[in-house]
């Protein structure tokens, strides 16, 4: 016999109830984003290597060692996307979408893929929603969007903290870099690390280990070198958000792992994940039209991490909307009611109530079964009798009583008893 197959490592498969609550943490993220005129946007799941390899650069982890990149039969280079603010940014300048009116504001919504390795809440291949607003330097954008997040954390009913910071623009962070680069090379650091230093020393501060975060305690702060554009930027920021009523902590260390933002960043943290504990973040990107071809085109985005919701969700012990189930049950006895009662279902169904049925033979009793766990209001039950009176059996599933319909108005008579709208 052959082995069962199963998910490949580091990724996996959600059933139901699971399946319907990622629904439910994706529609919460995006519905504050539909009611700020958001636009929904779909690129490919995969996009020519060099976009990514330009974009989030050369020197991040995402690049060197996550991408799932391959050959195409036909020669292409291409990688499953790791994220999503570059392809979004290519769709956006390939379709002149800034030619139109600024910001364009867009949302988007799917699978991610990064070669990590697997542990609680980190997955090869994951889902995120996202939202970009491209065209604006406006800091009232970049509260926006953060206002945006945090509502949709709030109607899922969690309690994440913000963390900010700026990384500020081409103005402050040269003049950043070699200060920080100055104080590193004067510690006794690993050969990786010291490349590094060299290559990216604003990765260095991503170092999460015990060593690493004592050396970096004295490192200077990128706060102390923004020019005053890029403070007046992130002082502005900061006042809309308090005007928001968004509570914040700035955090002067904050860097992600992508290198294409400048100025705003921020993250989005549950304390109840353990060590994957950032369930979103974003940040500004000014540069990275210009990296793309594209013209100087200023633009700001976050991503929320799906699945690392959910995981929060169920650490908070919080019910999810709309979790699946049926509100009728139909239990046939007879090939003649099974007949009738599924026209009953579909009838129900397409009148906009939640229906399902017992098929295959399983007799009265194990319906009855699969009707409690369907988690229907009620069952209604249509044995040979019932058919020769014209009526089917409605039984309140919650309190036991029981009571003959016409089977003539039985969609009304349910539709009323469940409080539908006159159709
Ligand atoms: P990033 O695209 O790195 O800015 O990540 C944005 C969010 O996506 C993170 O805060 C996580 O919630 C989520 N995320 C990123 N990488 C992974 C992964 N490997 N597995 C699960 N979620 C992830």
């Given at each position: 016999m052959s082995q069962l197959f199963r998910a490949p490592r580091g990724t996996f498969d959600l059933v139901p109830p699971r399946g319907e609550a990622?629904?439910?943490?994706?529609?919460?993220?995006?519905?504050?984003?539909?009611?700020?005129?958001?636009?929904?946007?779909?690129?490919?799941?995969?996009?020519?290597?060099?976009?990514?390899?330009?974009?989030?650069?050369?020197?991040?982890?995402?690049?060197?060692?996550?991408?799932?990149?391959?050959?195409?039969?036909?020669?292409?280079?291409?990688?499953l996307r790791p994220e999503g603010t570059?392809?979004?940014?290519r769709a956006a300048l390939e379709h002149n979408l800034h030619r139109g009116p600024v910001p364009v504001k867009l949302w988007y919504s799917g699978s991610y893929y990064r070669y990590e390795r697997p542990q609680k809440g980190r997955f090869r291949h994951f889902s995120q929603v996202g939202a970009e607003a491209i065209g604006t330097e406006d800091p009232a954008i970049d509260a926006e969007l953060i206002v945006l997040a945090v509502d949709a954390y709030r109607a899922l009913g969690l309690t994440v903290r913000l963390l900010v910071n700026s990384l500020g623009s081409d103005e402050s962070r040269p003049?950043?870099?070699?200060?920080?680069?100055?104080?590193?090379?004067?510690?006794?650091?690993?050969?990786?690390?010291?490349?590094?230093?060299e290559l990216n020393p604003l990765r260095v501060l991503d170092d999460k280990r015990p060593e690493m975060q004592a050396v970096l305690k004295e490192a200077p702060v990128i706060a102390d070198f923004l020019s005053a554009a890029d403070r007046a930027h992130h002082d502005a920021l900061r006042a809309l958000l308090t005007d928001a009523g968004v509570d914040y902590e700035d955090d002067p260390r904050l860097v992600r792992g992508l290198d294409y933002y400048t100025r705003t960043l921020f993250e989005f943290v549950h304390d109840g994940l353990g060590?994957?504990?950032?369930?979103?973040?974003?940040?500004?990107?000014?540069?990275l039209s210009e990296l793309l071809g594209g013209p100087r085109l200023p633009?700001?985005?976050?991503?929320?991490?799906?699945?690392?919701?959910?995981?929060?969700?169920?650490?908070?012990?919080?019910?999810?909307?709309?979790?699946?189930?049926?509100?009728?049950?139909?239990?046939?006895?007879?090939?003649?009611?099974?007949?009738?009662?599924?026209?009953?279902?579909?009838?129900?169904?397409?009148?906009?109530?939640?229906?399902?049925?017992?098929?295959?033979?399983?007799?009265?009793?194990?319906?009855?079964?699969?009707?409690?766990?369907?988690?229907?209001?009620?069952?209604?039950?249509?044995?040979?009798?019932?058919?020769?009176?014209?009526?089917?059996?409605?039984?309140?599933?919650?309190?036991?009583?029981?009571?003959?319909?016409?089977?003539?108005?039985?969609?009304?008579?349910?539709?009323?008893?469940?409080?539908?709208?006159?159709?």
């Open positions: 990622i629904l439910a943490v994706r529609e919460a993220m995006a519905a504050p984003l539909r009611r700020a005129g958001y636009g929904y946007v779909e690129t490919p799941t995969f996009e020519e290597t060099a976009l990514f390899v330009r974009a989030v650069g050369e020197s991040t982890d995402v690049v060197s060692k996550e991408m799932y990149s391959f050959t195409t039969r036909g020669g292409d280079d291409v990688t570059a392809p979004v940014l003049a950043y870099r070699a200060a920080l680069q100055d104080y590193l090379r004067r510690r006794d650091l690993d050969d990786e690390t010291r490349e590094r230093v060590a994957q504990s950032a369930v979103g973040g974003g940040g500004r990107y000014d540069g633009g700001v985005g976050w991503a929320l991490g799906v699945e690392r919701t959910l995981l929060a969700v169920e650490a908070e012990g919080r019910a999810l909307p709309g979790t699946g189930g049926v509100d009728v049950f139909a239990v046939p006895l007879g090939e003649v009611a099974a007949r009738r009662l599924f026209a009953v279902v579909t009838e129900l169904r397409r009148a906009g109530v939640a229906a399902d049925m017992a098929t295959g033979a399983r007799g009265l009793k194990g319906s009855m079964k699969a009707a409690d766990r369907s988690g229907a209001r009620y069952a209604i039950v249509v044995g040979e009798r019932d058919l020769a009176d014209g009526v089917a059996q409605i039984k309140d599933l919650r309190s036991g009583d029981q009571a003959p319909a016409s089977l003539q108005t039985l969609v009304a008579e349910l539709r009323k008893r469940l409080g539908a709208p006159d159709a």
